[in-house]
């Protein structure tokens, strides 16, 4: 945990960075950011370029992960923009006109800023005016989105996409604060909190409490983020409070049950990443905090009974705007771009052939990669995809040509030649010269003769003569000198190569193994052919680090990253605490050759879940499975092609982690939980 307090920091309005290593803060006056991991502290209260007058800065905004912005007030109705790389932490004056940035509430994210100025209602974004007059406040925005109160009324909201209002949502609850996420708002403030999905247009309640009031947290100049996405689902942050205690409640959309926070927060900020909860927040006197919690920790209802509600793409059918590329062969990778996508994949022929796949899902939902099936047959395809609330047809087709597309770790490296040496140079030059320059003096000299003869005893006459032809001459002198010119600079100009010391021939390129979790790694294409092979309904998603299991485990190797890796504790980082760690495709591998032996199983275990210290799940080197079948003979089968064709240690596996010879699974009332495969 970090904090401070009053009078050696200003803790108000805290906005952490989007990966949560800084947090900037400051009411009017002071401008701070402080690096989480390091502790260093950076003021900005009084940047270069500041005009005179009483000019009062405070706390930034995260403009993208590597962009601070803030704003110095000169007056109401002029005030000045400056960023701030990462990195270099020196504030930078914008061009942006201070009549424009001026406002009541000012906002930033995705690239973009907005502001609302009170005083005759108008709203800007990114230098330009957007609303003239009118505009209430509540202001958040998001990506190129802006919402607010449509008029001081705030009985609706109003929603401007690009620089265009496009829709107007009535409130079903006051609003004093919003936060706008890709599909979704949350809107409330000191009351009922409730939630409007984009897509269908929706509003439900997402009030978690009974007997609490429930905030958004932040008021006055500030603009606040509420909205957060968890594995490509939309949770909520908010704050709630009573007489005699205060929380920051954290839950899914539509959802009742809350990680609960015990904190005095008159203002939140949240990010999430690597399944960990990072807030800041400060109390009503200005002393801030910044915590850290799982994502998995207990959720505890608190609602009284309300129903969970849901809306938007919870319900949606996928949808299909763009395939890439359109001409592949077979073993090729085909993206499928669109959103509310799913693994489920068909291929419709001309003939009404229909070929089903399994791919893997990006978390937004909005990219299915897959791998297009050896047994298609060459020609013209539409692509589909399906899932538990509708299909979706591509709205292009995809040429199959019927070859085969190398895997990355098959693809033999191009080696370019060595360039052609310095003497092969000077040779060529030589030569080409002494044919252009005998062609130019034997051209001259005729020239020069022609004069001549032709001079009439003009001395004027013979003289331009004399001098083509002596000039041609010497030209031609001087070029069957070079050679001896040459050879006397270096021998090896006109005999050899020509060589001097630190300098040769280039040596054709490496050959680079790709990295470990790169995209065309032996794990990444191990890790497909597995998944072509068993499907991606043959892995788990029970996980007891909540959001972390063999079926994420396989989509990430197989899209080319490097997998969760969790610990004992459920703290799950890409490639582990080293950034490194990726399946080995010896166990990849190894899981389709015992699925082609004729073995049916379920993969409940790679490198998430809880397992000892020091486990090699967390060294990408140990797997466990689920044999689909009750009779302990073909759990032994299994068993037994495992160990015939491979090393390590093999075992069944009790759920206490003992081992178990008789391999009778708790299906058939034996102890027998998984199979247990390391090296």
Known sequence: MHTCSPPGCNGWWPELSPDGRYVSYGNWGDNWVTDLQTSQNYDFSNPPGLPAGSTRCTGGKWKDLNTLTFVCEVNPFYTTRYEVTVGQ???????????????????????????????????????????????????????????????????????????????????????????ITDEYIIYGGYGPVRGICLSDGKDINLSATSGFTESLGGSGVRATKNILMVNGQPWIVTGVFNNTSSYIFLRPWGERASIAIPADASHISAVHNNGIFTV???????????????????????????????????????????????????????????SFLTPNVQFFGIGGTVINATGWVDPSLRVTTVIIPNNIQPGIYNVGVTGAYGSALSPSVITIDGGTTLSAVSVNPVVIPGATNFQDLITYAYNYSLIIVGIAVFIMIMWGGFLWMTSAANPGNIATAKGYMKNAIIGAVLLLSSYVILNTINPELVGGGFNLPGISNPPPPPIINPPPGGGGSASQASAQTLLSTIGLASFLTNATCSGYHAQLNIQEVAGGNLPSVCSPTCSCLPGGTTGSVNIDPIILDGLTDLWTSGSRFTVSSLTTGIHSAGSRHYQGRAVDIVVNSSSPATWLAALNYIASNYSGQIYCETASGASDLTCTPTSAGGNTDHIHWDF
């Open 89 to 179: 932490w020196q504030p930078v004056l914008t061009s942006d006109d201070p009549a424009i940035v001026a406002g009541n509430l000012f906002d930033a994210r995705d690239g973009h800023w907005s502001s609302w100025l009170g005083a005759g209602g108008r709203i800007a974004k990114d230098n330009q005016t957007v609303v003239s007059s009118g505009a209430g406040g509540a202001l958040a925005m998001s990506q190129d989105n802006v919402v607010y109160g449509c008029d001081g009324s705030h009985l609706e909201i109003c929603l401007i996409e690009g620089s265009v209002q496009t829709t107007r949502f009535p409130t079903q609850a006051p609003l004093h604060q919003m936060s």
């Open 280 to 338: 800041a927040y400060n109390d009503p006197v200005g002393r801030m905090a910044v915590v850290t919690i799982s994502d998995s920790s207990p959720r505890n209802d608190l609602s009284g009974g309300l129903a969970p509600e849901t809306c938007g793409s919870i319900n949606n059918p996928p949808v299909i705007t763009s395939l890439n590329p359109t001409v592949t062969s077979n073993g090729g990778t085909l993206e499928i771009v669109g």
